[in-house]
């Protein structure tokens, strides 16, 4: 048999590889771009964001747009080291990350159970899955001026806004995550007479985890979002607060060294969230 009739008639078990098994056909059948597999993507991810910032020093170097609009790196770091200095960087970064983390428990505990409702009671679902698509396409932001009138412009205002952006991706998902375990995973389940919790618990549970971790992860992303959003409408402290300050007194070094931290933040706790989603989805590697 020839090599090209063996590669049609893969399984379709083969077929729906893992993603590294993918890149690894690719690197096979297209050896000249095998140099990728050399380096790390980190690595190979530098060069861009180094460009950027080359580009950022030169335009800010020959004054293609002007300083009070375009402050040089160098100046967006010494602001940087003052704000840390003086406390003040950490200080609204502290009230930023009590305030992402509450909200996001909420709409995590909160998604979690209405997802597993809609994903095991199908009367539920029927009920209730109409009401929550329609609440899921309001952003964020539609909600504010109902919830200024009914609970003011305090902390409860950015929690259950927060809250609400966490809540819908971590719902959906864990529903889709539940409703597409396979029917055979169930039916082995019965054959070997698992209690209804031991279904849940063995089979159900452990399937639906991937789809469920995304939609935390994912629900984080968005809480993380909403933060700063609802921290530049309205608030008086956190690193929203300080982008809106900078921009009232034209301080651009300040509103760029706020932005770098919110960026560096949330990339670090989404990489901390995947750290976790390794250990948790280990067994996925074995082939399970």
Do not use: C
């Not at 940087?80 to 995590?108: C, H, P, Q, T, W």
């Not at 809106?244 to 931290?261: I, N, S, T, Y």
Request: charged share 15%; glycine share 6%; no cysteine.
């Amino acid at each position: 048999m020839s090599t090209q009739q063996a590669a049609l008639e893969l399984s379709p078990a083969t077929q729906s590889a893992s993603p590294k098994s993918t890149h690894v056909v690719a690197a096979a059948v297209t050896p000249q771009l095998r140099f990728y597999d050399k380096w790390s993507p980190r690595w190979l991810a530098l060069p861009f964001p180094l460009f950027l910032l080359l580009l950022w020093y030169v335009a800010a170097r020959f004054e293609w747009v002007a300083p009070q609009v375009l402050p040089s790196p160098q100046a967006v770091s010494q602001t940087f080291i003052d704000l840390v200095a003086s406390g003040e960087m950490f200080d609204n970064l502290k009230i930023s990350l009590l305030r992402v983390l509450l909200g996001f428990g909420v709409g995590l505990v909160g998604g979690l159970l209405l997802g597993v409702a809609m994903g095991l009671s199908p009367v539920f679902k029927d009920y209730v899955y109409p009401l929550f698509k329609a609440f899921s396409q309001v952003p964020v932001l539609g909600w504010l001026p109902l919830l200024m009138l009914l609970v003011g412009i305090d902390e409860a205002l950015k929690i259950i806004l927060i809250s609400k952006a966490a809540l819908v991706p971590i719902a959906l998902n864990t529903y889709k995550g539940i409703e597409n375990v396979p029917a055979r995973y169930v039916e082995v389940a019965r054959v070997l007479k698992f209690s209804r919790w031991q279904l849940l618990w063995r089979v159900i549970f452990p399937a639906a985890l991937p789809p469920i971790w995304n939609g935390v992860r994912y629900g984080f992303t968005h809480a993380w979002l909403a933060l700063v959003v609802v921290e530049l409408l309205a608030s008086s402290e956190g690193l929203g607060y300080m982008i809106v300050f900078g921009r009232q007194l034209f301080q651009l070094d300040v509103v760029m060294a706020a932005v770098v931290v919110v960026g560096a933040v949330g990339y670090t706790l989404d990489q901390v969230l995947a750290r976790v989603e390794v250990v948790l989805l280990g067994w996925r590697r074995s082939g399970f």
